[in-house]
Each structure stands twice: as C-alpha cells, then as structure tokens.
C-alpha cells in the first residue's frame, strides 16, 4: 500500500510526486490524461507507482487514504471530488494544492465534511523547481487531519536557515488558500516595485542591462536579499537566441496574470483594507494593455544624482516592507472577519524559503509577530518602524526625481502615500464627511463629543 497519492502529473504534480519518493515516502500518481501517467511511469521504483483508473488509484493508498489534487483549479477540483467521493472512506484526507479561490475552498471544506472526508486547501508555492526540490506550503482546514499528513509535508517542503520546514497548520476552513492569495499579491506588488526601479535604472541613471543585473545582485547580498532580486538580476542579463541583443528588450512590455493577485484586492475592498500598493500592482498590470504606446520615449537629461543608486535600494527595501505589512494587515483584518485564528509567525516563517516571496527580511516579520503580538500595522514594531525612517528620505528623494523625469511609480508612490498615512493623526477624511452630509445628510461624527451628528448646512430658499 502507498502512504501518499497524487492527482494530476503535469509537471507540478509529477515534481511533487517525484519529491514524495526522494524524501523516503511512497506515492501513487493518478491523471485522466493516460500520457501523463505514461510519463510518470518512466519514474516507476518500489515507491512510486503510476496508475490508470480511479479504482486502481485510491486501492492503493493505505487508510486513511492522503490524496494531493494537483490541477487545475475550478471546476475540474469539483469534478475530481465528484469522482472520488463514492470511492472514499469516511477519514480519507484530500488536498488541493492548486491556486483555488478560498470562496471556493471554504464551500468544499464543508461539503466534505458533510461525507466525513477531511479537506486541507493547500497553497504551494515555488513553481516546478519547487515542487521538486521543496516548496513552501500553505495548508488550512482541519487540523487534526493535518497532523495526519503533517511528516510527509514536513519532509517535502523547503526549509528555512535554522532548518525549519516552510509548512505548518494555517487555520481552518479555505484560509491556507486565502494565505496564498496574499502571498501571490504580495508578488505582484513587489514585482511592480522592482519593475519601476528598473525603470529608473534606465532611463534616469542610463544603465545598462548588465549594470542593471550586476545592481540587482548586489542588493541580493545587502539591502534587499530576495529571491525577486536573484531572479531580476538574471533576466537582465540574459542573452537573447533570436538577435544580439538582451532578451528584456525583446519581451512584450504587456504583463499577463492568472489573477490571484486580483483576487486579494477584491477581497480586500470587501474588507476594507488600505491595500494600496497591492491595488496599484494589479492595476500596473491592466495599464501595460490599455496604454496606447503614443507618447514619446522618457530620456532624463537633467543631473543623475550620485546617491541614486543607494538610495534606489532603500526605495526599494522600504517599499517591499509595505508590500509585506498590507499582506498582513489584510491577514489580521481577514482572521477577525472569518473568525480564523492565524499564527502570523508561523505564516512568515513559511514564506522564508521556497516560495517566490522569499526574502531575509521575513525572519524579522516573523519576529515583529512572535510571542503572539497582534500589530495592526507591521510598522509599529521597533524594528520596522526604524527602517521606515531611515529610508523615507531615500524613498522620497526617489520619487521627487521619477516624478521630475516622468516615469510612472505607481506602487513605490503608493508606498510613500501609504507610510505618510499610517502614523497620521489628521488625515484629511473630516472634509469628505462634511461633504456627505451636505449633500446627503448622511451625519458625521465628532472628535470632541460621542454621538451622530448632522448639520443644517444651508437655508432652503
Ligand atoms: C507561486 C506563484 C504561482 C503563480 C505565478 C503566476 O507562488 O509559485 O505565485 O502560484 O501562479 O506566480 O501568477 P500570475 O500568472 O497571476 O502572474
């Protein structure tokens, strides 16, 4: 019998599977496309067996049976439970370990255990290298199931410098796919954030793509240790196999997405979290469409400041904080609307290594929330509320010279924006009242008397 199954074998399936056997546990692997299972079978060993039917998968996984759905997701995770529920016994856990909605995650979370079937959505994180050689996982629903399949997610995941697996127990219902919502708009806002140094880089400091990439890599070993800067780095250096040139100059400037990144927004208008930088990301990506490309080409003939650079890196550290601290405002706001109990250590830690968030600045968030503090704001903690002022000048004089030259920085403005707001004690939303009850009674609240206030703001002629 097989401690482990596995539906879907494209790659991200197969590279799970594949991690399953090289970590010491067995595997079946399941697809309704033969000719991935036909592939899988290459890989056949005493741990790892490919099957063709329904039937002969879930025969051959030891009870509780652990199934991993890895596909699509959407309606065919509806069908595949649609098929295995008349072959499960009661106890048999499953999990989704594709980017499934957690609308979606919570209704089946119920559905299933109305069949007594245990349902764990998992986010995973990492792409196919990953996958193979340790993900980050992000698994929620019912916790006593998840310490059933806790070892082997334990064994396949990453693992974090001190040597702890970038996995544990989210919380319940569709909230490890809600974390991986936020980790993926986390992405794409610290993927604009980079886009529009880059942007700086070369067209206000005249850089090249190889001085751009070697700039990447140096922040990689100083103020911004991330993944995004590794791989950012080796995009601008590579060669294209077309022409001479670098292959960035010959990439389509259209940015596509999936849309999990959308998904966090929306949900955070629903809640009403200040996720700007997050808004601006998603919103970067619809602009790369909808600009008609007929203006001229930004070239800055004005003076390059000698700190630019230096203070490029700061820019760029201080804002990818922000990203950070409204994934986990939205978090904190999510977990008091749903009722979840999240451990925002816990989910810090499982973004250390694997996935593509991954950065050092993690072990420091992972401290701001430890010892079970509930900041509302990551910036209220010592730490980064240090960093905050000792990189708003270099992210200010930043903007003060893209604004100069014309180069949009729609996420790095909107991490200045959202800092000078944080702290503010007279944002000026007091005008906004006053201009709703004027115009349609809607009463106010005042700062020096409790109670709900109108007032007569004109005399009806
Ligand atoms: C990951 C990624 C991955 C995501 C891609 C593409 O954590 O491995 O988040 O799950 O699908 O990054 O996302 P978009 O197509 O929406 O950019």
Known sequence: MQQFGIIGLSVMGKNLALNVRNSGFSVSGFSIDKKEVDAFAEYQDDKLKP???????????????????????GNPVDETLHKLLPLLDKGDILLDGGNSNFHDTNRRFHEMEEHGIHFIGMGVSGGEEGALNGPALMPGGDEEAYKEVAPILEAIAAKNDDGHPCVSFIGPEGSGHYVKMVHNGIEYGIMQEFSEVYDILRKVAGKTNDEMSEIFAD????????????????????????????????????????????????????LGVPISVIAEAVISRFMSKATTREGKEIKWEGEVPEDLIDNLGKALQLSQAVAYAQGFQ????????????????????????????????????????????QLDNMFQDPYFKDLMEKNLPALRKVLELATKAGIPTPTLSASLNYLESIFNPSLPANLIQGQRDYFGAHTYFRNDRDGVYHTEWYEEK
Not at 66 to 71: D, E
Not at 348 to 353: G, H, K, L, V
Not at 356 to 371: P, Y
Request: hydrophobic share 40%; proline share 3%.
């Open 51 to 73: 099957t063709y039917s329904w039937e002969e998968f879930v025969n051959s996984l030891e009870k509780p049976r652990k199934i991993l759905i890895q596909i699509m997701a």
């Open 219 to 270: 922040w990689n070993q100083g103020l911004v240790q991330a993944y995004l800067s590794e791989i950012t780095s080796e995009v601008l250096k590579q060669e294209d196999d077309l022409t001479p040139d670098h292959v960035i100059d010959h990439i389509l400037n259209v940015a596509s997405y999936k849309g999990t990144g959308n998904w966090m927004l929306e949900d955070g208008v629903h």
């Open 330 to 373: 939205q978090l904190k706001m999510a977990a008091d609307a749903y009722n979840w109990e999240l451990r925002y250590p816990a989910i810090a830690q499982s973004w250390e290594a694997g996935c593509i968030i991954r950065s050092s600045m993690l072990k420091d968030i992972e401290k701001a929330f430890a010892e079970g503090r």
